[in-house]
């Protein structure tokens, strides 16, 4: 692979505080140099913006709910979406759950290269891998959920600390997973018995635990052993109205946890917006977005995902951990642009004794007033929170949205007109009424979304060699075309959506929207440090209860090596 030199184009990496500079950024096998002696193939950037590859840190892309989706939606695969293969590309389907190949391809079209699944059953953790193996030219991480987990639940009951760190950091390495994922901590297992955890002190039946127990015990873990990434949480009572109040006392219980590894957060909140409801029913439904984004400006330990809701012309896919919020949707099922009820077909599922999961179609109607509200939450927690390393930008892919919608949310945080736009003609006016959108002016700068959309996440996931472009971060670029002095909504919508360059550990995969090459992608996990006796004390005790728990050998458990060919440990 030839070095490479970007030249003339205006740069903007709030890594490294660098707001709008000319400046030449220089690759040298993959990694970015100060400078590059000798040969090098240039690109001349002028007319163009450079940032650091984008980095998703919530989208569920990968594993079995994801393919359960495509398996339930024969109508996702519109003409629109579809790829025809090239000499380099194969073809690919998917309007909301994207088929693998065709993931890679449109994530890198709009400059991103990192893309974390925040959802990985660990009995499936295999699947999800081998759709990774799949996706190409993007890196990949992914997330196993731990807060419904039956070795989880007994160590906390017994207060167990020590074996619970083993547990959590034996997972880490057999499932290759990145960070310690809570998804309706307490309420999942509870729908094995037909109910959910509406409070932080319900009970989870035949465990005596309670969620707060739950998040505390992970967090106080995730600290011990010293991981990348703060804890990763999806609320309870995620979906319903009046949920705000919930989600702030959330928030609470990570408050006095000490923590660690330079990281200043101890806790992430992800899609927000499906946590920020207030009201007490669907009638009188509206906004909690400030009552959140006041706490978390007052806050340090925590940072949050937007889970933004973009109205597309067909159903989207709603998937998740949180079985009984998926009962409940589809319960609400929603209007359909075909006419029949989406929420209609549904699967719900439980994997052993682990976690569960739902999947679930679903169109958000610009007119319905619910749907409304829930698309100006989104960019109120946007809007609101006042530090951007604070808030990543995500749809929660597929749930608010496909991710290809990102460019037109852009639009709508970056230029006022285009948001009143919507409010005056898009979408049901409560949208105004119920929440403050229609009262904020800021307007985001190309160096807000360069945080929001890469430098923040990067940081919030503790992945130190990327979402910047200083000297020894790996070669992931991209170079959109827009006069950043100048530019409408419209003009940030397209520049957007179809990168002029994106650039791959040094190498040109995307160019003016077109594929170039097909690298694959590394894997990314981390592990903690556990002392050896400790882990094989655990390891003994869990295996002592393994065969009333799992319907497979022990041994066929651990994800092989072979899984992940090209792999990236973070280790403290
Ligand atoms: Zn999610």
């Not at 359960?68 to 025809?84: F, I, Q, Y």
């Not at 590309?89 to 998917?94: A, D, K, N, P, V």
């Not at 040094?506 to 929207?513: A, E, H, L, N, S």
Request: charge should be neutral; charged fraction near 25%; aromatic fraction near 10%.
């Amino acid at each position: 692979m030839s070095d490479l030199i970007i030249k003339n184009g205006i740069v903007y990496d709030p890594l490294n505080n660098i707001d709008g500079e000319k400046k030449e950024i220089h690759i040298k096998d993959g990694i970015i140099v100060d400078k590059v002696n000798g040969d090098a193939k240039v690109i001349d950037a002028s007319g163009m913006i450079i940032m650091p590859g984008g980095v998703d840190i919530h989208t569920h892309i990968a594993g079995a709910k994801v393919n359960t989706g495509r398996a339930l939606r024969p109508e996702d695969k519109v003409p629109e979406s579809n790829m025809k293969k090239t000499k380099l590309t194969r073809s690919g389907t998917g309007f909301s759950v994207l088929s693998t190949w065709l993931t890679g391809y449109k994530y890198a079209q709009m400059g991103y290269t990192t893309a974390v699944e925040p959802a990985m059953p660990l009995l499936e953790a295999r699947h999800t891998h081998e759709e990774f193996l799949e996706i190409p030219i993007i890196d990949k991480a992914a997330m196993p959920i731990y807060g419904n987990n039956w070795f989880v639940l007994k160590y906390i009951r017994d207060h167990d600390i020590d074996r619970l760190t083993a547990y959590v950091n034996w997972i880490l390495k057999v499932t290759k997973g990145y960070a310690i994922k809570i998804v309706n901590p307490g309420g999942v297992e509870n729908w094995a018995w037909g109910k959910n955890c509406e409070s932080l002190d319900d009970p989870v039946f035949h465990w005596n635990v309670t969620p707060r127990q739950i998040i505390e015990s992970l967090a106080k873990v995730n600290e011990i052993l010293k991981l990348p990434h703060s804890i990763h949480i999806h609320c309870n009572n995620l979906g319903h109205p009046g949920n705000f109040e919930h989600s702030l006392e959330t928030f609470k219980v990570c408050e006095d946890i000490k923590v660690t590894n330079g990281r200043k957060r101890s806790l992430h909140v992800t899609h927000c917006q499906f946590n920020a409801y207030g009201g007490t029913n669907w009638g009188d439904f509206s906004s909690g977005a400030a009552e959140i984004a006041e706490y978390v400006n007052a806050h340090k330990h925590l940072s949050i995902d937007n889970g933004q809701v973009v109205f597309t012309k067909y159903a989207t896919t709603t998937m998740t951990g949180d079985g009984p919020w998926e009962f409940a949707l589809h319960h609400l099922g929603g209007v359909s642009p075909w006419g029949s009820k989406p929420g209609i077909k549904w699967v719900n599922g439980q994997v052993e004794g682990e976690s569960g999961s739902g999947v679930v179609p679903y169109f958000f109607a610009p007119k319905n007033s619910v749907n409304a509200v829930q698309w100006a939450i989104g960019l109120e927690l946007m809007l609101l929170v006042k530090d951007p390393y604070q808030i990543g930008f995500t749809t929660d892919h597929p749930n608010g949205a496909p991710f290809t919608t990102y460019p037109m949310a852009f639009k709508w945080l970056m230029d006022k007109k285009s948001r009143e736009e919507m409010l005056k003609n898009g979408v049901h006016q409560k949208a105004t009424t119920a929440t403050t959108l229609s009262d904020i002016d800021r307007e985001y700068s190309l160096y807000e979304l360069a945080i929001v959309t890469r430098a923040g996440n990067a940081k919030t996931l503790g992945m130190k060699d990327r979402g910047h472009l200083g000297v020894g971060a790996i070669g992931d670029v991209a170079v959109y075309k827009i006069n950043p002095e100048k530019y409408t909504g419209q003009d940030l919508e397209k520049a957007f959506s179809t990168s002029a360059y994106t650039i791959k550990d040094g190498q040109i995969v995307v160019k003016d929207g077109e594929i170039m090459a097909v690298p694959m992608g590394a894997l990314i996990r981390a592990e903690g440090k556990v002392k050896e006796s400790l882990m094989e004390d655990m390891l003994e005790d869990i295996k002592h209860s393994w065969r009333d728990h799992y319907s497979i050998n022990f041994n066929n458990y651990a994800v092989q090596d072979v899984y992940a060919p090209k792999e990236k440990v973070v280790r403290n």
